[in-house]
Each structure stands twice: as C-alpha cells, then as structure tokens.
C-alpha cells in the first residue's frame, strides 16, 4: 500500500459554534471560547479535523501556535453547490446567479485553504478539499470535473498529503477519475442513519470502509467521520437508537478496532451544534456532540482514558 506523512491516534471532528453562532450568521466562537473547548480536547483528542477555512478555523489555529498545544490538524475547504441537485430532499436548486457566486466563493476559499495550509505547516498536517458534495443526497453538489480542478490546484499549492472527504458510496464509482489525484481516500460511514442496531453498527462501519479499499487496492484509506447520534425526532433513523449509551458503545467499538489496526478515525463529533438543521430541538443534526453545547460531558466521555502522548 502507498505511504503517506499523517499521524495515527485519536482524533475528532471538531466545530465549536455555540448557542446564538453558526457559520451562516458569521457569528463565530471567540479566541476565548476555542481555547477553553481546545483545553477540554487536549487530553483525549490530539488531532482535529476543522471543515472550512472561515474566520473559525483561523482562530483555532491562532490559538494551537499562540498557547503552543501540542494539536495537529487536518483543514478543510467548504465547497458550496456548483450545479443544481433535483433529487436533494431538502433543497439543492438555485437560480444561475446563485451557482456563480458559489462557484466564486469556492475558489476563494480554496485559496484560503491553501493561505492557511501554507502559514501553520507546522500544526496542519493534512488538506481535504471539500466535504460531502458528491453525494447524491447533498445540496451543495460539485462537479467531479470540478472537484479534480480544485484537487489539482491546492496539490500544486501545498506540501501536505490532500484528501477528499466522502460518503463511502461515491467512492465505489462515481469518485474513481478523482481518486488517482488524492494522496488517500477519506470515508464518512454512519451506521445509525441508516437504521442500523448498536449491535451490527461496528460490522457495518468496518464493511463500509474495507468496500472502498477493494475498489482502491493500494491507496490509503481513512475515516474522517464517524459517529453516533443521542436525540432524535426519527427523522432519518430510527429515534430509539439515538441514545447516550449507544453512543458510547459505539465510540468504545470503534476505538478499539482503529487502535488496533492503527487507522486515522475522526470521531463524530466535539461538541454538539444546535444551529444545525432544522428548528426542531430533536433535529438529529444537532446531537452528535461527545460533549453537549455547554461542553458537558455525555456517557461516553465519562472516565475515558486520556492519551499518553500527543500522536505517533
């Protein structure tokens, strides 16, 4: 199998939008905020995983070198829609001028991703160059055409390893033209979205990610979301298994195999978000947190082991 330079060792999603902020309103976590949410991580989570390069992301960054924490991250770029997707359920159609200023906006922020990826090379050791868009369910749909010019560019920009963060089921066709560009293959896979019981979710997640290492004999795979949710409303699973103490066998289940096998796993995620979603208090978007919104430690994180180094 191809070698790249990324470490091994527990890592996490993390996104650190409080109540009253969100990405869409441009109201983001302060300076202060992230440190505190960076000192309840340090123990257990050494590498993180951000999804954008928006003023958050640079102020998690900011305060990794200005308090030198011993974190390293894998940065993202959020790529807003460049077509139209009629077959998205909650949206994904907009008139020709809205695609154009996405398509604007994505080139911008590929540039900051790649800005940013140039100024902290010391802290962020990987680059992924979207999330989610191309899926079919996804509302903000990229091209693949599209998504080798933006790969092909940050490649051409940066030193660190470049990956793509996808569903594992684009990656089994759709995403072949793609793969040859990237240094390896980043998997989501959420057993509980799709109606899985706690009792096969580990089996499921494993078959998700050893499918795409078939289709892709040789390049390195990791996992850069997986996860269980604690409320639901049952919209997209089954509410019953949205439960604190799923979640937590889940998260010990999932550890256990990554550790043994040494693969880099993202769990899913920090803190839980309540901008996300819909209005509804039990949207299932908003409670995937390992800690809640007000950084409260749920089931699983309760007596769990902190690590003894930072990463390998």
Excluded at 153 to 182: G, H, I, M, S
Excluded at 226 to 232: H, K, L, N, Q, Y
Excluded at 245 to 266: H, K, N, P, S, V
Excluded at 276 to 288: I, M, N, V, Y
Aim: proline share 7%.
């Amino acid at each position: 199998m191809q070698k790249i330079d990324i470490p091994t060792g527990r890592a996490i999603c993390y996104s650190g939008y409080r109540e009253g902020q969100s990405p869409d309103s441009r109201i983001y976590p302060s300076l202060e905020q992230i440190h505190e949410d960076l000192l309840i991580l340090k123990p257990h989570w050494p590498l993180l995983r951000l999804y954008d390069c928006s003023p958050h992301a640079e102020r998690v960054l900011e305060v990794i070198r200005r308090e030198r924490m011993d974190f390293k991250v894998m940065l993202g770029a959020y790529l807003g829609p460049e077509m139209n997707n009629f077959g998205c359920p909650w949206g994904g159609v907009y008139a020709e001028d809205e695609l154009e200023a996405s398509i604007a906006a994505n080139e911008v922020e590929v540039g900051r991703l790649i800005a940013l990826a140039q100024a902290y090379e010391d802290i962020v050791f990987s680059v992924a160059v979207g999330n989610e868009c191309t899926v079919d369910w996804s509302d903000h749909i990229v091209p693949v055409e599209r998504m080798l010019h933006h790969v092909r560019r940050v490649k051409a920009a940066v030193r660190q390893p470049v990956t793509f963060c996808e569903n594992y089921v684009p990656w089994l066709d759709k995403l072949k033209p793609l793969v040859p560009e990237l240094d390896f293959i980043s998997v989501h896979t959420y057993p509980v979205w799709e109606y899985k019981h706690i009792h096969e979710a580990l089996d499921y997640t494993r078959h998700n990610v050893e499918s795409v290492e078939r289709a892709h004999p040789g390049k390195p795979v990791v996992i850069t979301e997986a996860g269980w949710c604690t409320r639901s409303n049952g919209r997209g699973m089954h509410a019953e298994h949205a439960a604190q103490e799923l979640q937590a066998i889940y998260l010990r289940d999932l550890m256990a195999w990554t550790d043994r096998e040494q693969r880099l796993c993202f769990v899913f995620e920090a803190f839980d978000e309540p901008w996300k979603g819909s209005p509804d208090p039990l949207e299932p978007e908003k409670h995937w947190g390992l800690f809640t919104v007000d950084r409260e430690p749920k089931l699983a994180m309760q007596d769990w082991p902190a690590v003894a180094t930072a990463h390998d």
